[in-house]
T-cell receptor, first 114, second 115 residues
């Protein structure tokens, strides 16, 4: 079974600075998808960024980018120019290709200081 | 489109009571699922469905029942609530054939407390 590990329960970043959230996963599959979800205090789950395992190029969405290291099974999220609105719980998630269920990590709480 | 809706938003039950958490989506998605979120454990899959009349168990199905009589609705039933079922529950839906990502859309969640 696949597992996802987020080793940082909490992180803090100064407004306008850059922060990186870590995620590692364990799988024997070669084709899969990885996701980062943001959960603000409203509880709503918001998809931030996604990566296909067969793509070598790291995904980027505005201030959010990932560092995908397939051999190391690592999928970190970098947030540049952090804003107060980035404060939230962030979940890393894995999905096998051809399937629909998501496997989530435990989450990282990100605090942004002004 | 309303997306994925869940009712109620909050609920308090006594041990042994039963209730149904409602989930509906208006995007004609084939796939629907229920997750529970607990501190330090992320979201864990309870049950899922790939279409009307088809359901299957996820990672933590004990104590929960589901049915899928229509494409739109996927209710989650707690037959005899236990304090261990205190959690936040999320319903999600996605297309089965919408492309490689088949992005999942989440409802707003239901916070359930069992006393």
């Amino acid at each position: 079974a696949q597992t996802v590990t987020q080793s940082q329960p909490e992180m803090s970043v100064q407004e306008a600075e850059t922060v990186t959230l870590s995620c590692t996963y364990d799988t024997s599959e070669s084709d899969y998808y990885l996701f980062w979800y943001k959960q603000p205090p409203s509880r709503q789950m918001i998809l931030v960024i996604r990566q296909e395992a067969y793509k070598q190029q790291n995904a980027t969405e505005n201030r959010f980018s990932v560092n995908f290291q397939k051999a190391a099974k690592s999928f970190s999220l970098k947030i540049s120019d952090s804003q107060l609105g980035d404060a939230a719980m962030y979940f890393c998630a894995y999905r096998s290709a051809g399937r629909h269920k998501l496997v989530f990590g435990a989450g990282t709480i990100l605090r942004v200081k002004s | 489109n309303a997306g994925v809706t869940q009712t109620p938003k909050f609920q308090v039950l006594k041990t042994g009571q039963s209730m149904t958490l409602q989930c509906a989506q208006d995007m004609n998605h084939e796939y629907m699922s229920w997750y529970r979120q607990d501190p330090g454990m992320g979201l864990r899959l309870i049950h899922y469905s790939v279409g009307a009349g088809i359901t299957d168990q996820g990672e933590v199905p004990n104590g929960y029942n589901v049915s899928r009589s229509t494409t739109e609705d996927f209710p989650l039933r707690l037959l005899s609530a236990a304090p261990s079922q205190t959690s936040v529950y999320f319903c999600a839906s996605s297309p089965v054939t919408g492309g490689p990502y088949n992005e999942q859309f989440f409802g707003p969640g239901t916070r359930l407390t069992v006393l």
